[in-house]
């Protein structure tokens, strides 16, 4: 496992889209999958999405679902989490992480080893 190093985060109006990247460029072929998570102020960190590096399969949480687009690029050992009609609601850290190995339950932080250093998304009324 190497450094994940994220980007693309800022401050956008509500409605708008922003994207984050997250680099992950040690990554090895027991590199199953990566999350999103997100933690905003006072309250715990959750789940967001994650997409498979195989088929690049995304799974998404009730409160993004059909906002935001999670994808993966093999080349460049990247994934992306497209973020639209965004909400102040939405305004948090924003972490990826690494899963290593298979596993059914994306949803849970848990099953990460490798996390980046997270990036602020701050959604204005």
């Known amino acids: 496992q190497g450094p994940l190093e994220e980007s693309g985060g800022g401050l956008v109006q509500a409605g708008g889209s922003l994207t984050l990247s997250c680099l992950a460029s040690?990554?090895?072929?027991?590199?199953?999958?990566m999350g999103w998570f997100r933690q905003a102020p006072g309250k715990e960190r959750e789940f967001v999405a994650a997409?498979?590096?195989?088929?690049?399969?995304?799974s998404y949480s009730d409160s993004v679902k059909g906002r935001f687009i999670s994808s993966r690029d093999n080349y460049k050992n990247t994934v992306y989490l497209q973020m639209n009609s965004l909400k102040p609601e939405d305004t948090a850290v924003y972490y990826c992480?690494?899963?290593?190995?298979?596993?059914?339950?994306?949803?849970?932080?848990?099953?990460?080893?490798?996390w980046g250093q997270g990036t602020q998304v701050t959604v204005s009324s």
């Open positions: 992480a690494e899963r290593i190995g298979r596993t059914f339950a994306l949803e849970q932080e848990d099953e990460y080893s490798n």
């Open positions: 040690r990554r090895t072929l027991y590199s199953h999958a």
């Open positions: 997409t498979l590096w195989s088929s690049g399969e995304a």
